[in-house]
């Protein structure tokens, strides 16, 4: 989890997130990471800015790269991890 210095004592939940180095990452872990949201919210964390994000050292199959393109879900592979966006 991410989260950054706005008012709270935690501050603001910015991201959710999970990193895989030999998995081709797929919609499976969006979903993950999407339920895992909707818990954090039944238990009161404002979750009203965060984004998941998958990181991977093995890449992503299209149709997570899609969901991507429609701005479901940051995605992080080995060359954005290390000359960036």
């Not at 909707?38 to 149709?63: I, K, M, N, Q």
């Amino acid at each position: 989890m991410v989260h950054g210095a706005i008012g709270q004592d935690q501050g603001i939940l910015l991201s959710v997130g999970e990193a895989k180095w030999n998995k081709v990452m797929h919609l499976g872990h969006l979903q993950r990471l999407r339920r895992m949201l909707e818990l954090l919210a039944a238990r009161g964390v404002d979750t009203s800015h965060a984004r998941p994000a998958c990181y991977s050292g093995a890449g992503f199959e299209p149709e997570l790269r899609a969901a991507a393109d429609r701005g479901e879900v940051v995605l992080v592979d080995l060359r954005r991890l290390y000359t960036g966006s």
